[in-house]
């Protein structure tokens, strides 16, 4: 433990606020950490020490010590480690007889991948490993194509919102001592990590469209490219195999998700719109400022903007998570999740990210498809959740008393 409570930390104002130090009286600046220096200090006391007389013990569990806690501002730069093709694709030194044959090739390779056989009906039953509330299970990529009307079999009506999952495969998986994320400094993680990474792609696209270096991570493992892909992080007993299919059967109809997603991009906006300010009115002796946002911060001592003040700015393309979402109708042919409510961020077309819920009073309670449901040939077409009335039922009717 002498590691964990002794390390060498880099002195920062926001971090010396967030655990407790202080400059003691007689120590210069230099060697405290001044403007230039690096304080190492001791956590034992900082840690232990919480707010409101509450206190940990030296040897409770840690996850991570944030050492930043202001608000950062979403980049809408691409990251520096995106990558554009430098060349532009063209088809001009390109007989008739070369374009059939790489469109010959690109086929072949499709069909090939198709036709592969689930890892997972290799295993046999007693390979399986059970599944126990702790463990987290793989995520599925879906598309928001729209929303759609349901009844319940007492007549009431509610929106839905429509999910397909698009040709999910795993692409590989990571174990936990292997997985080294991008690092930042927000958290400093103190312990073993216990759950490992796995890789999903969705929607297979043209080789000859991306770079040499994107199809790299697919050539090693033997798939061809995907359009969009996701890291979610699972327990090492539920990690699937390369090349394994992921359908919309990994849910069930009554299960509750989690659904991540960007907000719809919609610009630079004032803060009626933004945030729902009232504005001023129409008339009544108001002079160029019915959609003003107002005061924005006060005189005399505290002279100055307070940071985080509703202002007029960028809205939308944010990343939101809505927890919760229950399902209650799913369409096995053309892998379609029928969603509770129309709430799911994103315009119709954008990507979803599926996860199981972390709600602790909508977990599941039985065993789910584990690590995910096998392909079946010979499966019903629909699953309906049993509030949900059935389109091929008897019309709903009301008998007076």
């Known amino acids: 433990m002498g590691g964990l409570w002794d390390s060498p930390v880099p002195w920062t104002p926001s971090a010396s606020r967030s655990i407790g130090l202080t400059k003691k009286p007689g120590v210069p600046s230099s060697s405290f950490g001044g403007r230039h220096g690096i304080v190492y200090?001791?956590?034992?006391?900082?840690?232990?020490?919480?707010?409101?007389?509450?206190?940990?013990?030296?040897?409770?569990?840690?996850?991570?010590?944030?050492?930043?806690?202001?608000?950062?501002?979403?980049?809408?730069?691409?990251?520096?480690?995106?990558?554009?093709?430098?060349?532009?694709?063209?088809?001009?030194?390109?007989?008739?007889?070369?374009?059939?044959?790489?469109?010959?090739?690109?086929?072949?390779?499709?069909?090939?991948?198709?036709?592969?056989?689930?890892?997972?009906?290799?295993?046999?039953?007693?390979?399986?490993?059970?599944?126990?509330?702790?463990?987290?299970?793989?995520?599925?990529i879906a598309r928001k194509i729209g929303n759609y009307p349901l009844w319940s079999k007492d007549g009431k009506k509610f929106q839905t919102t429509l999910l397909q999952i698009v040709d999910n495969h795993v692409i590989k998986y990571i174990p936990p001592e292997e997985f080294k994320p991008m690092k930042t400094s927000k958290v400093v993680w103190k312990e073993k990590r216990k759950l490992g990474c796995l890789l999903v792609g969705s929607e297979t696209i043209d080789p000859s469209t991306v770079t040499k270096e994107y199809c790299g991570l697919f050539n090693s493992v033997g798939m061809l490219p995907k359009?969009?892909?996701?890291?979610?992080?699972?327990?090492?007993?539920?990690?699937?195999?390369?090349?394994?299919?992921?359908?919309?059967?990994?849910?069930?109809?009554?299960?509750?998700?989690?659904?991540?997603?960007?907000?719809?991009?919609?610009?630079?906006?004032?803060?009626?719109?933004?945030?729902?300010?009232?504005?001023?009115?129409?008339?009544?002796?108001?002079?160029?400022?019915?959609?003003?946002?107002?005061?924005?911060?006060?005189?005399?001592?505290?002279?100055?903007v307070w940071p985080g003040t509703k202002m007029p700015g960028h809205m939308g393309n944010r990343w939101r998570t809505l927890r919760g979402v229950k399902i209650l109708r799913i369409n096995t042919k053309h892998n379609i999740l029928w969603m509770l409510g129309v709430g799911i961020p994103g315009e119709t077309g954008a990507m979803c990210y599926l996860f199981d819920t972390v709600l602790p009073l909508k977990k599941l309670n039985t065993p789910p498809p584990f690590p995910t449901h096998p392909p079946v040939e010979d499966l019903p077409i629909e699953y309906h959740d049993e509030s949900v009335h059935l389109f091929d039922e008897p019309t709903i009717t009301f008998e007076e008393s």
């Open 41 to 140: 200090a001791s956590y034992r006391d900082a840690l232990t020490r919480t707010s409101r007389n509450s206190y940990l013990s030296p040897l409770s569990p840690i996850d991570n010590i944030t050492t930043r806690s202001h608000f950062s501002q979403p980049r809408f730069r691409p990251p520096y480690w995106y990558l554009p093709k430098e060349r532009v694709m063209s088809d001009e030194l390109l007989t008739q007889e070369n374009k059939d044959f790489l469109n010959e090739v690109k086929q072949d390779k499709l069909i090939q991948q198709s036709a592969l056989v689930s890892p997972l009906a290799k295993n046999e039953p007693q390979e399986l490993v059970q599944w126990n509330p702790s463990t987290r299970r793989v995520g599925l």
């Open 227 to 304: 359009k969009h892909l996701c890291r979610f992080m699972v327990s090492p007993h539920a990690a699937l195999p390369t090349g394994t299919p992921l359908f919309a059967t990994h849910f069930r109809v009554g299960d509750h998700v989690d659904i991540r997603a960007k907000t719809i991009d919609r610009g630079f906006q004032g803060v009626m719109k933004r945030w729902g300010f009232k504005g001023m009115p129409a008339s009544h002796g108001v002079t160029k400022t019915h959609r003003r946002p107002g005061n924005i911060g006060a005189g005399g001592e505290k002279a100055r």
